[in-house]
């Protein structure tokens, strides 16, 4: 299915407050990401070696970076609902993001 997204990248800028520890958040909007969910738990061990409520294969064309993604309706929503990158795989001029939501423990 085609979905749109949003990469956050961390903004790594020193903060002048030394107190303050909140990360900041660079966002990059992109429309129309392949999205894949993984189905089954074998599935989600094959690729990323854990396994989560719901996991996403999330392929884009060209090299991206970025520590977090999320589903834009849901972030526009709610900035809470973000997904954890477990692996980010760079092919010729592609960008496989392996992700999911909570992980699921023993």
Known sequence: ????IVLL????SKNKDPLNHVAKYS???LHSA???????AT?????????YDHSYVIRLEGIHNAD?????????????????ISQLRRHHFKTDIYCGDTEVRS
């Open 1 to 4: 299915m085609l979905k749109d």
């Open 9 to 12: 990248t961390k903004d790594n």
């Open 27 to 29: 966002e990059q909007v």
């Open 34 to 40: 392949r999205v894949t969910e993984f189905n089954g």
């Open 43 to 51: 599935a989600q061990n094959n690729a990323v070696g854990k396994q």
């Open 68 to 84: 977090k993604v999320a589903f834009l309706d849901d972030y526009r929503a709610n900035k809470s609902n973000v997904l954890q």
